[in-house]
C-alpha cells in the first residue's frame, strides 16, 4: 500500500525530529532537471537540493555506476586500501593545484576538518597561541560546534554557547577591519568565495586582495569554503582562483557527489605535512560508493559541463537582469556567478518562493529577501526560459 501525502506528513510529525520547515509538497521520482510529486504533477528545479544533484536527478550513467558499485562493494572503512580513493583524491588535486585530499562525508565535516588541520599546522610548528579565526559576516559554514563558531547567524549561533573562542567576524568590504583583525594569533581566514547561505554575496576582487594581503603579511593560512561555490558551480573547479586566492586549504561538498553524500577537505603540502595519522578521521570518509559517485560526476564535469555551464550561465544572468528590470524596484539586484544566482528583493521572499512552487518552480530563499537558484549543471537555455517566465509571473502577481 503506498503511503498518502497525509500520512507521510502525519507520519513525520509525529516521529521526526521537527527542526526543518517543509515545502508543502511530497517527492517521489526525478528525472533530469523535473522532480515528480506523489500526484504525478512536475517541477522544474531550480534548487538541485541545495546544489547537490549537479547532474540532475535520475542521471543514467551516475545510476549505473552507483548500482554497480552497490552490487561490488560499498564500504571498507579506513583500515584498508581500496582502489577508489587514490584515484578520486589524484584528480581532485590536479582540479584544484592542491596537494593532498582528505575525505569526509558533508560540506560541515570538510570544513570541522580544514579548521582542525589549520590548529594542526601551527601546533606542529610549536606557535600553539596561533589557535584563532578570522571570518566573515553573512558566512555560513556548517552547523558542528567548529563549524558554527565560523558560521556569523546570531540566530543559528546562540542557542549553543559557548562555541570555539578567538573568532572575529569582519566585513569583508572593509579591508581595515581585516587588517585589524588578522594578527600573530590567526591560525587561518576562512572565506567562501561566494557567500551562499548568506544571501548570494560573491567576494570582491578587493576583498579577496586584502585577503591574500593579510595572509603574506601575517603567515595566517587561508582556508576557502567552496562546498557551495566549487565543484563546478560557476564553469570552473573552483570559483577562487578567479578572485586571486590561492587557499591552503579548500573545503568541497555539495556538487561532488552527485547526491551522494562526500565532502573533501584539500590541503597543501605544507599543511598536509603537518598530519600524523590519527590525527583525524572518519568511518565513513570517502567509501566506495561515495568516490564512485564523485568520479563520476567529474567524468562528467570535466566531458562537456565545464563549457556548457558557462554558456548557459551567461543567458541566465542576461534572462535574470531583464527580469530584474522588469520588475523595479521590487527586485533590488541580482548576484552571483555560473549557476549560482540571488534575486534580492525589497520584500520577503517566502510568498515568491511559495507561489513559483504553485507554478511548478523550485527556487529558495536564503536570508529574508533573497531567492536563490542552484540549478543542476545540466539544464538548457530552455530550461532558463521556461524558469524566467514563472518567475515573470509570479513577480507579477505580487
Ligand atoms: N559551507 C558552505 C559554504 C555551505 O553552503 C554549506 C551548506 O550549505 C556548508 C558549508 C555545510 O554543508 P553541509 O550542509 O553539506 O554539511
Redesign the pocket.
Known amino acids: 500500500m503506498t503511503a498518502t501525502a497525509t500520512d507521510i506528513k502525519s507520519l513525520e510529525s509525529q516521529y521526526l525530529l521537527q527542526n526543518y520547515r517543509r515545502q508543502p509538497v511530497v517527492f517521489e521520482r526525478g528525472e533530469g532537471v523535473r522532480l515528480f510529486d506523489d500526484a504525478g504533477r512536475s517541477y522544474l528545479d531550480f534548487v538541485s537540493g541545495?546544489?547537490?544533484a549537479s547532474l540532475g536527478h535520475a542521471h543514467p550513467r551516475l545510476a549505473r555506476a552507483v548500482a554497480s558499485q552497490a552490487a561490488t562493494l560499498i564500504h571498507t572503512s579506513n583500515l584498508y586500501f581500496h582502489p577508489l580513493q587514490g584515484e578520486l583524491a589524484a584528480r581532485l588535486v590536479k582540479l584544484t593545484k592542491l596537494d593532498r585530499a582528505f575525505f569526509c562525508n558533508?560540506?560541515?565535516?570538510?570544513?570541522e576538518a580544514c579548521l582542525k588541520f589549520a590548529r594542526r599546522f601551527w601546533h606542529a610548528r610549536g606557535a600553539a597561541r596561533r589557535t584563532d579565526f578570522v571570518a566573515f559576516n553573512h558566512?555560513?559554514?556548517?552547523?558542528?560546534m567548529g563549524?558554527l563558531s565560523v558560521t556569523w547567524d546570531e540566530h543559528y549561533r546562540a542557542p549553543f554557547e559557548p562555541l570555539v573562542p578567538g573568532v572575529t567576524f569582519v566585513d569583508a568590504d572593509r579591508p581595515a577591519t581585516l587588517d585589524a583583525a588578522v594578527g600573530e594569533h590567526t591560525a587561518a581566514i576562512i572565506v567562501?568565495p561566494i557567500?551562499?547561505?548568506g544571501g548570494v554575496r560573491p567576494l570582491s576582487r578587493a576583498a579577496a586582495t586584502a585577503i591574500v594581503e593579510a595572509c603574506r603579511r601575517t603567515g595566517a593560512l587561508l582556508i576557502a569554503?567552496?562546498?557551495?561555490?566549487g565543484s563546478g558551480r560557476t564553469g570552473s573547479f573552483l570559483h577562487g582562483p578567479a578572485l586571486g586566492l590561492a587557499p591552503d586549504l579548500v573545503?568541497l561538498?555539495?556538487a561532488l557527489g552527485a547526491g551522494v553524500?562526500i565532502?573533501a577537505a584539500m590541503l597543501s603540502s605544507r599543511v598536509a605535512g603537518t598530519i600524523a595519522p590519527g590525527d583525524h578521521g572518519t568511518t565513513y570518509g570517502g567509501n566506495l560508493l561515495a568516490c564512485r559517485a564523485a568520479l563520476t560526476f567529474l567524468d562528467e564535469f570535466e566531458g562537456s559541463l565545464s563549457e556548457s555551464i558557462p554558456r548557459v550561465s551567461a543567458y541566465l544572468f542576461d534572462r535574470l537582469r531583464a527580469l530584474a528590470a522588469a520588475h523595479r524596484p521590487r527586485v533590488a539586484e541580482v548576484r552571483g556567478a555560473g549557476l549560482i544566482a540571488g534575486l534580492d528583493l525589497t520584500v520577503d521572499a517566502a510568498p515568491v518562493v511559495a507561489a513559483a512552487l504553485d507554478r511548478g518552480l523550485l527556487v529558495n530563499r536564503t536570508s529574508a529577501t533573497v531567492i536563490r537558484l542552484l540549478p543542476p549543471y545540466v539544464i538548457t537555455e530552455k530550461d532558463v526560459d521556461e524558469a524566467m517566465g514563472i518567475l515573470d509571473a509570479v513577480l507579477g502577481a505580487l
Not at 558533508?106 to 570544513?111: K, P, Q, R
Open positions: 541545495i546544489g547537490v558533508s560540506g560541515t565535516e570538510a570544513v558566512s555560513f559554514h556548517g552547523r558542528t563549524a567562501e557567500q551562499g547561505e569554503d567552496e562546498v557551495q561555490s573545503a561538498g555539495k553524500p565532502g
